[in-house]
């Protein structure tokens, strides 16, 4: 089997929609294909009626969290969408993106690049808005070369000239959250240092203490050596080891399934999940 658990549609800042998003999972010979947009469910039932036959859908999300300072990326998997206190959070998550983005477009505007607020939003179109469409708006006006090349100190990266905070949970919160809605709960590239500043692995240590299941470990911005190390940390820790592309279509230059995980560890994932079960495709 071919296990792909992290990827993400134009419900937030991929490129694909949910339905080419699984349609591209089954060309590319997935089995199992995760969709976990920003912070939303909302493209989880285009997915869902998209679905090939022979691939199978684990709905999820990626919940932004802060620790000590440091931002951190926590996977939600195959919760209780409906579970009140979960999805409130989530809707304060997704409110918060839009002041945030124009915020960052004000900052751009101070540093001389001549980019608006419509611009972004028509980027974005119904995807909860995001930093990659800012970027997108800054490749169209020829500031950036590439939307990665708007990820530096210069722009927008953490701390950048033209970042912006956002609202972020708590992870200990956010690991009640998912847990209270039934769900699974991996944190996502945990020392992804070209992104920025990483949470200390005590952190992940204290984290699994209190539920945490799991890390993704093989991920295109972790080198060999970091996947060791982490590896090892699991180990210690007692938490499950995931690989995913982190596919974002053509915003990112992973592709799908470049990175897997273990049939073993996702048998174990479905198995914790009390709050929804992965979907089988009938041809959709």
Known sequence: MRIDLHTHSTASDGTDTPAELVANAAARGLDVVALTDHDTVAGHAAARAALPAGLTLVTGAELSCRIAGTGLHMLAYLFDPEEPAFARERALLRDDRVPRAQGMVAKLRELGVPI?????????????????????AMVDLGVVPTVSDAFTAQWLANDGRAYVDKH????????????????????AHPAAVKRGA???????????????????????????????????????????????????????????????TDPEIYGEIVRRATGAFPVPGAGG
Request: with cysteine; charged share 20%.
């Open 116 to 136: 608006t607020w419509e611009q972004v939003a028509a980027i974005a179109g119904d995807g909860a808005v995001g930093r990659p469409h800012v970027a997108t």
């Open 168 to 187: 972020e949970l708590d992870p200990f919160e956010a690991l009640r959250l998912i847990k209270g809605a039934g769900g699974v709960a991996v944190v």
């Open 198 to 260: 990483c949470v200390p692995e005590s952190a992940l240590g204290e984290l699994a203490a209190a539920g945490l299941d799991g890390i993704e470990v093989d991920h295109m911005d972790h080198d060999a050596p970091t996947r060791a190390r982490l590896r090892s940390l699991a180990a210690e820790a007692g938490l499950l080891t995931t690989g995913s592309s982190d596919y974002h279509g053509s915003h990112k230059t992973c592709e799908l399934g470049e990175y897997t």
